[in-house]
C-alpha cells in the first residue's frame, strides 16, 4: 500500500508509548488515519505489524532501526499495531496522513 503524498500530518493527541517486550504485544489504532509513524527510541531494533484485528508481531515483520523514525501505510480498516523488541527498546506510535 502505497502512502498519499505531501507532508507528514500528524492526528493531534494521538501518539502512544510502548515499552520493550520480548513477545509480541499490540496497541490499538483508533482512527481512519492512512499512515502511522514510529519511532524507535531505544537501544534496539523493533519490528512491526498493522492490521485488523489481533496481530501477533515477528522477527519476520517490518523492521525499525534504533533511533529510526518511519512512516508506514494503514489500511482504514486496520486498528491493530503489534511489535517485538530487546529489553532497553521502547517506541512512539501515532496516526496521520500523508509521508511521502
Excluded at 537501544?43 to 522477527?59: D, E, L, M, P, Y
Excluded at 519476520?60 to 532497553?88: H, R
Aim: glycine share 14%.
Amino acid at each position: 500500500m502505497s502512502l498519499r503524498g505531501g507532508p507528514w500530518a500528524a492526528k493531534r493527541g494521538s501518539n502512544q508509548s510502548a515499552g520493550p517486550s520480548s513477545s509480541s504485544n499490540s496497541k490499538t489504532l483508533n482512527g481512519p488515519e492512512t499512515s502511522v509513524r514510529i519511532h524507535n527510541y531505544g537501544a534496539n531494533i523493533c519490528f512491526v505489524r498493522i492490521g485488523k484485528g489481533a496481530q501477533t508481531a515477528s522477527v519476520a515483520d517490518t523492521p525499525i532501526p534504533a533511533g529510526a523514525t518511519v512512516i508506514l501505510a494503514k489500511g482504514p480498516e486496520e486498528d491493530t499495531i503489534a511489535y517485538i523488541s530487546s529489553a532497553g527498546t521502547s517506541i512512539y506510535i501515532q496516526l496521520g496522513e500523508g509521508g511521502s
